[in-house]
Each structure stands twice: as structure tokens, then as C-alpha cells.
């Protein structure tokens, strides 16, 4: 079969808004994340930046650029496979790695990286970063990779994580210095496939399965493309059915919810979404229209492309499926007593004080406040009047009310009865929330 449609041959301008965002990071040796919804085309993206011909010189990345990857998958029970697959892709000989013990693997990537000419720019992204990755590898994982930059004479080391919504911005722990102005200001957020894009991935699907690019008419392909938004996967799922004659224009968008591969691409998305998420969309499938309280919660969700400008869905399949889900419920109420002295924890109507003791007075107004207000965004300024509620007037910077919450989060770790319970969530680039997980 013909190779046309493989990777190397794919249009120069495919997702060109999303290769623009990683070459600018590149060109400019930033570190970021690249957010996007599961199922969107992230691995292929890259695999196209890496292995297409010709795009280095369309998007001027000069030839001292050096990309690597490492596939997220390898480091689900710890960093030796990751480690491992940045020395092979750095040429290092597979069978030289021993018992692959960690700080042994350090130390040969560290001599890799030296060995880098010193005009050499090393770009390392990491696909399928979840956030469960990111808590397997832990604070030392991170801190290495901060490190690793330092060996470098220029310090020219950028990484790049291909994340989901889920990620947590806190948990980069050193490493997120490399971010410009924290996590939370340093995203590339992935757009959807544009209609000429979606048509190529069409015609890339019947190509795979041996079918003439003319076997769906133009308003099929058109039809496909006003029902899964430009998602990938979605797109690659109906492409199928309606080729099989599963499904046609015809078909009730409800029917077509439950092929398995249709509701596994939407759960996988809903499963990337906060209960606040959750609660907030299944609302708009309500009737609710958003308030400028939402404003917070509504420009991540546009951002992740789940939304339009107009707060409607990018699937009108997903918004079905969002009809069908329940609001998540839970057993765990949390609440600040009056004097802000001590946290309640009620679990099936018993109750657990944790005193607040160990946190400083602004610090116990900063909790009290998210957690009377907990699954709802509260900005940054909000914050910052409840925090200095005297000094609010002469302007107080983000980076203080950050190291305030980071303050409390360290102090929520160590109060593992209350920690279980309760987290404190970056809203990526807006504010903070508190989210009850029980």
C-alpha cells in the first residue's frame, strides 16, 4: 500500500496553530506544558514535528535544535525507563545500562549530555505525561531534570510535557522554575483539527482501511466534522462506523454515544475534567447559562477547547454524552469553624476537627476562604483581598499569594487525615480552588 499518508508525508501546514506554539517554545528555549484532551492527536503531532521533511526549514528551526522523546508509558513504575529510553535516544549503548539502577542511569545521562557540542539546543518531550506519572516520579525525578540543565555551559535544556487537563501545576516541584512565571503561565494549550485537517485524517482512516478517499461524499466528511468538533479520535471512530454502515446522517446522536469506541473517546475526556468540571458542563446541558463568577472555570474549559467564546460544546456527540452523566456526589463534608481555628471533616455524620495551629493567620484565612467557597474558582485578586486585607490597596504580586498556598499545601501533606480528603487545584492561569475528593 501506498505510504502517503504516513507521517513524513502529511501537509507542511498540518496543525499549524499547535506547531507554531512548540516551535516559539523551542526557538526561545522555554520550558512548557502542551495541554490537550485525550484522544486529540498529541503523540502524532509530535511524531509529524520530529520526522517531517522540510518542517524545520518552514518554521526556521535551525539544525543545532536536538529533539528527543520519552514515552511517559516506560516510567509507570519508576524513572529507570524513561531514563533509559533518553540514554538510547542520546546514542548510548543499550546493554551498557547494567541493573538499571537509578543513580547509575543519572550519572550516564549526565556524561551524555556533556559529551552535547555547546551550541547543541536539546529539546526533551515527554509524551503520555499523566498526572499518576507525575506522582510516581516524584520531587527527586524533577530535581534531576533541573540539574541536568545546569551541566550544560549554556544552560540550553528545555523540556516539553504533553499533558492532560488533569495535570498538577504544583508538581514539578524544582523543575518549575524553568516555567516562565510558574506552570500555570507557560501552556500550550492544543487546539482541535481544523475541517482541512479533519478531511486529511478522514482520508487517512479509509486509507488504512483500504478504501478510496471518494467512498464518503464530501457531506458525509462534513458531517463527521460538525459532530466530533476536529477531535481525533472521535473523528476516527466515525469515520469507521460510517463507512461500515453502522451509523449515517440519519442515526440519533444518542445511538451513536454508545458504540464502544465513541463512548470510550468521551469518557476519556470526562474522566480528564475536576468534579467542579463536571458539575459546571452537565449544568450547561441544563440550561444554565455561565455567570462572571464561572469566568474563571469557563476560560480553562475554552482554553482545553471543550468550549467555544459562546460556551458551547466542540462535539455535539460529547455534549450528548455529557447529558447522559450524573452529577458526581460524595460523603465527605468539610467546613472551617467560625473562628478559623480548626477544619471539621464529616464522614458519614461523624465528625473529625484538625486544628489549624500550625498555620499562620493569613495562611488559616486563605483555607477558610477556599473551602467555604470549595469547587468553585476563586481568582487571584479575590484572594490576595482575603490574604492582605489591609495592604490590597498598594498591590500585591502573585508570586506572594503563591507562596502562601504552596505554604498550605505543605502543611495539608502533612495532615494526612485532612489531605485525603481536601487538595488545593491551580485554575491554570486565573486562581486557585479547594476540591473535595471523598
Known amino acids: 500500500m501506498s505510504n502517503a499518508y504516513n507521517v513524513e508525508h502529511f501537509p507542511l501546514d498540518y496543525c499549524q496553530t499547535d506547531i507554531l506554539n512548540l516551535v516559539a517554545a523551542i526557538q526561545s528555549s522555554a520550558s512548557l506544558?502542551?495541554?490537550?484532551?485525550?484522544?486529540?492527536?498529541?503523540?502524532?503531532?509530535?511524531?509529524?514535528?520530529?520526522?517531517?521533511?522540510?518542517?524545520?526549514?518552514?518554521?526556521?528551526?535551525?539544525?543545532?535544535?536536538?529533539?528527543?522523546?520519552?514515552?511517559?508509558?516506560?516510567?509507570?513504575?519508576?524513572?529507570?525507563?524513561?531514563?533509559?529510553?533518553?540514554l538510547r535516544a542520546l546514542g548510548s549503548e543499550a546493554d551498557a545500562f547494567g541493573d538499571s539502577n537509578p543513580d547509575l542511569l543519572k550519572n550516564r545521562l549526565i556524561?551524555?549530555?556533556?559529551?552535547?557540542?555547546?551550541?547543541?539546543?536539546?529539546?526533551i518531550i515527554f509524551d503520555n505525561f499523566r498526572q499518576a506519572l507525575q506522582q510516581t516520579l516524584g520531587?527527586?525525578?524533577?530535581?534531576?531534570?533541573?540539574?541536568?540543565?545546569?551541566?550544560?555551559?549554556?544552560?540550553?535544556?528545555?523540556?516539553?510535557?504533553?499533558?492532560?487537563?488533569?495535570?498538577?501545576?504544583?508538581?514539578?516541584?524544582?523543575?518549575?522554575?524553568?516555567?516562565?512565571?510558574?506552570?500555570?503561565r507557560?501552556?500550550?494549550?492544543?487546539?482541535?483539527?481544523?475541517?482541512?485537517?479533519?478531511?486529511?485524517?478522514?482520508?487517512?482512516?479509509?486509507?488504512?482501511?483500504?478504501?478510496?478517499?471518494?467512498?464518503?461524499?464530501?457531506?458525509?466528511k462534513v458531517w463527521i466534522y460538525e459532530l466530533t468538533g476536529g477531535h481525533a479520535l472521535l473523528t476516527r471512530y466515525l469515520t469507521l462506523l460510517t463507512t461500515g454502515g453502522d451509523v449515517d446522517q440519519q442515526t440519533d446522536l444518542a445511538h451513536i454515544v454508545q458504540h464502544a469506541g465513541i463512548r470510550?473517546?468521551?469518557?476519556?475526556?470526562?474522566?480528564?475534567?475536576?468534579?467542579?468540571?463536571?458539575?459546571?458542563?452537565?449544568?450547561?446541558?441544563?440550561?444554565r447559562r455561565p455567570t462572571a463568577n464561572d469566568k474563571p472555570m469557563l476560560n480553562v474549559l475554552q482554553n482545553y477547547g471543550l468550549l467555544d467564546h459562546q460556551a458551547r460544546f466542540f462535539s455535539p456527540v460529547f455534549e450528548t454524552f455529557v447529558k447522559l452523566q450524573e452529577k458526581p456526589t460524595g460523603v465527605v463534608d468539610i467546613r472551617c469553624d467560625e473562628l478559623q481555628t480548626q477544619v471539621v471533616v464529616t464522614i458519614h455524620n461523624s465528625e473529625?476537627?484538625?486544628?489549624?495551629?500550625?498555620?499562620?493567620?493569613?495562611?488559616?484565612?486563605?483555607?477558610?476562604?477556599?473551602?467555604?467557597n470549595q469547587g468553585e474558582p476563586?481568582?487571584?485578586?479575590?484572594?490576595?483581598?482575603?490574604?492582605?486585607?489591609?495592604?490590597?490597596?498598594?498591590?500585591?504580586?502573585?508570586?506572594?499569594?503563591?507562596?502562601?498556598i504552596d505554604g498550605i499545601?505543605?502543611?495539608?501533606?502533612?495532615?494526612?487525615?485532612?489531605?485525603?480528603?481536601?487538595?488545593?487545584?491551580?485554575?491554570?492561569?486565573?486562581?486557585y480552588q479547594s476540591v473535595v475528593t471523598g
Not at 490537550?36 to 539544525?63: A, Q, T, V, W
Not at 540539574?147 to 504544583?170: G, M, Q, T, W
Not at 474522566?271 to 452537565?282: K, R
Open 352 to 372: 473529625q476537627s484538625i486544628s489549624l495551629g500550625g498555620l499562620s493567620q493569613r495562611k488559616r484565612r486563605l483555607l477558610c476562604y477556599l473551602i467555604e
Open 33 to 86: 506544558l502542551a495541554i490537550g484532551m485525550p484522544g486529540c492527536g498529541k503523540s502524532r503531532l509530535i511524531d509529524f514535528l520530529i520526522h517531517r521533511p522540510g518542517l524545520r526549514e518552514k518554521y526556521n528551526l535551525p539544525e543545532s535544535v536536538r529533539i528527543i522523546t520519552a514515552d511517559g508509558d516506560l516510567g509507570v513504575t519508576g524513572s529507570q525507563g524513561i531514563f533509559i529510553e533518553l
Open 139 to 184: 520531587e527527586n525525578f524533577f530535581n534531576f531534570l533541573f540539574a541536568l540543565r545546569n551541566v550544560r555551559p549554556k544552560l540550553n535544556i528545555s523540556y516539553i510535557f504533553l499533558a492532560n487537563l488533569e495535570i498538577k501545576p504544583d508538581g514539578f516541584f524544582k523543575l518549575g522554575r524553568l516555567f516562565d512565571k510558574g506552570p500555570d
Open 378 to 404: 476563586c481568582p487571584k485578586d479575590q484572594l490576595i483581598a482575603v490574604g492582605w486585607p489591609t495592604d490590597f490597596e498598594q498591590g500585591v504580586t502573585d508570586q506572594a499569594l503563591s507562596r502562601q
Open 186 to 220: 507557560s501552556i500550550c494549550w492544543f487546539t482541535l483539527l481544523n475541517r482541512d485537517d479533519t478531511f486529511f485524517s478522514i482520508n487517512r482512516q479509509l486509507h488504512r482501511a483500504g478504501q478510496p478517499p471518494d467512498t464518503l461524499s464530501q457531506a458525509q
Open 409 to 431: 499545601r505543605s502543611w495539608l501533606r502533612n495532615e494526612k487525615e485532612l489531605s485525603h480528603y481536601l487538595a488545593i487545584e491551580t485554575q491554570w492561569g486565573e486562581g
Open 264 to 287: 470510550a473517546a468521551c469518557d476519556s475526556i470526562w474522566h480528564d475534567l475536576t468534579p467542579a468540571h463536571q458539575n459546571f458542563v452537565i449544568d450547561l446541558t441544563r440550561g
Open 111 to 123: 556524561a551524555e549530555v556533556r559529551k552535547l557540542e555547546t551550541e547543541t539546543d536539546l529539546v
